[in-house]
């Protein structure tokens, strides 16, 4: 099954290692790499506390695609490729630990997908503003996620998270 070109895919990018300068950089790196695969859109920067043992606080962003013929094995693995190419190594991390760059599919339209390897919507997206901040700056308050309800009414939830928006452009 593969997307059409009017489904909005939506890719959050976060990272923690190496200063800001470097985590943009990457996230910039993986801009440019994504938007081979079609029309893409930023999402501004943000700092967010981090979630699991004590680090540095991640900068978070999403960019959105439209892609005309992308199946979701293609994506996962052009998703994993990216991370790889940026330093990421999944194997070598503890769970919720310190990463240069991750990248997790948040939506894929109205799709529902799941795998071993990959759930969409994102399965912990209504639960982290990290996510949904950048996810209604693309799409809107009122853009439904599947199963999950409006992404407005959603943020608005998680409002005592400590997100920031760093900088509407990057």
Do not use: K
Not at 44 to 56: K, V
Not at 72 to 85: G, I, M, N, S, Y
Request: overall charge negative; aromatic content about 4%.
């Amino acid at each position: 099954m593969t997307a059409g070109p009017g489904e909005p895919l939506v890719i959050g990018l976060g990272g923690n290692v190496g200063g800001e300068a470097a985590i943009v950089e990457r996230f910039r790196r993986a801009r440019e790499a994504l938007a081979v695969l079609g029309e893409l859109r930023s999402a501004p920067l943000y700092r967010t506390g981090a979630i699991g043992p004590e680090q540095p606080d991640y900068l978070n962003t999403a960019v959105r695609l439209r892609v005309a013929d992308l199946s979701p094995d293609e994506l996962l693995a052009t998703v994993r490729e990216l991370e790889h190419l940026l330093g990421r190594d999944r194997r070598g991390e503890p769970r919720w630990g310190p990463r240069p760059i991750d990248l997790d599919v948040l939506v894929w339209g109205g799709r529902v997908l799941r795998s071993p390897d990959l759930e969409v919507p994102h399965p912990r997206l209504a639960e982290r503003r990290f996510a949904l901040a950048p996810l209604v700056a693309l799409l809107g308050e009122a853009f439904e996620i599947p199963g999950a309800g409006a992404a407005g009414a959603l943020l608005a939830r998680v409002g005592d998270q400590a997100v920031v928006e760093i900088a509407a452009s990057w």
